[in-house]
């Protein structure tokens, strides 16, 4: 199982509380995790990375070990510990707006 | 019996208000979409019980929300707005080129005769249609390759398409207006543009006529003249009579004519509202005084409504798509502030009462007509 943590507006938008969890993957990566996320939660698409494209959106970052791997390359494997669903994937909206 | 339902778009969440045909007492939903930009929400025509909500953040852009059920409850539809073709370049701020880039919806139009088809008016300035009731849209295109698409510019808010007004008898004749392009139609249903924007001008310009370039702010008409259009423009108010193919200025009298909003009367269509703002670089009322102007005469001759309105310490702006009027006899007429305000008239604009104070700054008011 991989575990995934999402920001307020977009946990109310796909009508989910607490944790989303997919199914295990093999090697996940970003990709592979947005990828799945995306599959379960269609009102997700575009909220995240760009359609089309799949480029991230700007206030858009990633953190997994307590780590900002916002800039690795998307299809980097995931740390072991996501992986195995020790740890969360973090999809954080960046502090900003008013 | 009959009623208004009124569709309130905000900084924070979206708001219906509703009320008896009397107008005197009115509800209050929401919010609704909590902390979302809610830019524009609309009523099909033909059902009023759809309804169409654009909802956006800076963080995850742009979500379009249906409702079937009259705001009751919601589905998250289509956001996927992809320009047709190789998109191209419109001029930036600083004159040079910058590639069309889709970041939200402005302004939410359902067709006049069938509840599944909505035009939606985009930023970075597009215009796209769905005819599956919001699931997937369509640009059409051919507004935005109109050769003179690289010259468009941005204002302040944005290179937006914010207007758009379906003529009630021919459907193939349709208007929109881009900040800061200009008022343009169509007369084949969206397929070919025209820039109808002769008569207007605007001193930011060098070439003060130029075909486009124009900061127009909002146009509006009555649909029993669907010939006459009238025009809040960044300065200037303006009125056609011949479908937009040429423009007179009618500001006369009005203590400024800046401003953002335009409406027309449902019943008289020489009635005509507006609300000055100082200027371009103040965005507030003149004298601190919330003043809706009308005029009886289709412009140049105005009145202030102030009855019912702050007339001190007032400085709240009014954006162009949070004014509207309901169908209701006699006419009622409603607007939105930046300061949370949302204000009614039962009898054309002759008395105010504010329906509720504190919201978050209005982006945008509709009002459905309900039997």
């Known amino acids: ?98 | 019996m009959s009623g208004v339902r009124l569709l309130v778009g905000t900084r924070k969440g979206a708001f219906i208000l509703t009320s008896d045909g009397t107008r005197d007492d009115w509800n209050v939903e929401g919010p609704l979409f909590t902390g979302w930009e809610m830019y524009h929400l609309n009523g099909s025509p033909v059902d009023p019980d759809r309804l169409y909500a654009s909802q956006s953040t800076g963080w995850h852009g742009q979500v379009v929300q249906r409702s079937d059920d009259g705001g009751k409850t919601w589905e998250t539809v289509g956001n996927e707005f992809t320009y047709d073709g190789v998109p191209g370049t419109h001029q930036w701020y600083d004159g040079t080129q910058h590639p069309w880039e889709f970041a939200r919806i402005w302004h939410l139009e359902p067709s006049l005769t069938d509840a599944d088809t909505v035009f939606a008016g985009v930023e970075d300035a597009a215009l796209f249609r769905s005819t599956d009731a919001g699931q997937t849209w369509q640009e059409l295109s051919g507004l935005r390759d109109h050769e003179t698409g690289p010259q468009w510019q941005p204002g302040a808010g944005g290179l937006c398409l914010h207007s758009i007004i379906i003529h009630p008898d021919d459907p193939n004749r349709m208007f929109v207006a881009i900040s800061a392009a200009g008022a343009f139609r169509t007369d084949d249903g969206g397929e070919t543009w025209q820039p109808i924007n002769r008569g207007l001008r605007s001193n930011e310009l060098p070439d003060e006529e130029r075909e486009v370039g124009h900061c127009v702010h909002r146009i509006a008409m009555n649909p029993s003249r669907p010939d006459t259009l009238f025009m809040q423009k960044h300065w200037h108010v303006m009125r056609s009579d011949d479908g937009g193919d040429s423009w007179q200025k009618v500001s006369g009298n009005l203590p400024s004519d800046f401003g953002f909003p335009i409406a027309v009367h449902p019943h008289e269509p020489e009635t005509v509202y507006v609300v000055p703002i100082k200027s371009d670089s103040e965005h507030v009322p003149p004298d601190g005084k919330l003043r809706v102007y009308r005029s009886k005469t289709g412009g140049n001759e105005w009145e202030a409504l102030t009855n019912g309105l702050p007339q001190e310490h007032c400085y709240v702006n009014i954006l162009r798509d949070a004014m509207t009027v309901d169908r209701l006899d006699p006419g009622g007429i409603y607007f939105g502030t930046t300061g949370g305000q949302v204000y009614a008239s039962p009898d054309g604009g002759d008395n105010w009462t504010a329906i509720v104070h504190d919201l978050p700054a209005v982006l945008s008011v509709e009002a459905q007509t309900l039997s």
């Open chain 1, 1 to 98: 199982m991989i575990r995934v943590v999402l920001p307020h507006h977009l946990r109310t938008l796909a009508g989910v509380e607490g944790e989303v969890a997919l199914d295990a993957q093999e090697r996940p990566t970003q990709r592979s995790v947005l990828d799945a996320l995306e599959a379960s939660y269609p009102v997700l698409r575009g909220t995240i990375r760009d359609h089309g494209t799949a480029k991230r959106r700007d206030f858009i970052r990633f953190f997994a070990c307590g780590q900002d791997i916002t800039l690795d390359p998307a299809d980097d494997p995931l740390p072991e510990r996501v992986a195995s669903g020790e740890e969360v994937f973090r999809v954080v909206g960046a502090m900003a707006g008013g």
